[in-house]
């Protein structure tokens, strides 16, 4: 398989054809193989599951060994927006190049991310004209609300999560997106972790593998 973003896979513990997909977007700095080690657990668990982690399409600029979305650095919110708009672009061919190489409906792909891979499949799995099968987010945010009020088209499910002692993305994002997902009647669930900084706990893996479940092999 070829895709436009390197990409980390793991494919379907079953050994057969997979029978559903998960987009995993790492954080700003990041890479595939740190988000990777998400699907390593849960591919115990969902079988028939391939679990696809791309590098975002530019090297980070402040840790120059991993990737970013879009560039946070110095930047107005307007022109986050922006760089976010470009990095949507190279995520729907992205997803369009799965549905594509595993013949598979966007009802059968889940995308999910972290802190900044979160706020890319926010801005992504909203615009979308084919409905994906939900969003997963952990220690995210909406990149613009205003935004996304004026060109949601789908409603996946969403669950979203955060630590209540994140200072990088602050917890008060996640009340923000959950007001907004609810003022515009979207199924959202979310869940606040005690004690947790900018991270995904033991906790939040186990939460957002029964989601996956929940949806994808509903």
């Known amino acids: 398989m070829s895709y436009s973003l ?3 896979i793991l494919t379907p513990i079953s050994k057969r054809n997979p029978k559903n997909a998960v987009i995993l977007c ?60 470009v990095a949507e672009i190279k995520l729907n061919k992205f997803i369009d190049e799965v549905k594509k190489q ?15 891979g979160c706020m890319i499949t926010l801005l992504t799995g909203i615009k979308r004209k084919d409905k994906l099968n939900s969003i997963l987010g952990y220690s995210g945010k909406i990149i613009s609300t205003e935004h996304l009020e004026s060109n949601m088209i789908s409603r996946p499910p969403i669950l979203l999560a955060h630590g209540d002692k994140d200072d990088i993305v602050p917890v008060s994002y996640l009340l923000e997106a959950k007001d907004f997902f ?14 947790c ?8 893996s186990s939460l957002g593998l029964e989601f996956i479940k929940k949806n994808l092999y509903k």
């Open 26 to 85: 790492h954080g700003y700095g990041g890479d595939g193989k740190d988000i990777s080690i998400l699907a390593g657990y849960w591919k115990h668990y969902l079988p028939d599951t391939i679990f696809i982690c791309p590098d975002g399409p530019q090297r980070c600029d402040v840790s120059p060994t991993g990737f970013q979305w879009f560039d946070l650095m110095d930047q107005t919110s307007d022109e986050i927006l922006t760089k976010a708009l």
């Open 197 to 204: 900084e900018h991270r995904i706990p033991t906790e939040g």
């Open 182 to 195: 609810n003022k515009n009647n979207y199924k959202i669930e979310t869940k606040i972790f005690k004690d």
């Open 6 to 8: 390197n990409t980390t």
């Open 102 to 116: 595993l013949n598979l409906d966007s009802s059968k792909i889940l995308i999910g991310g972290f802190s900044q």
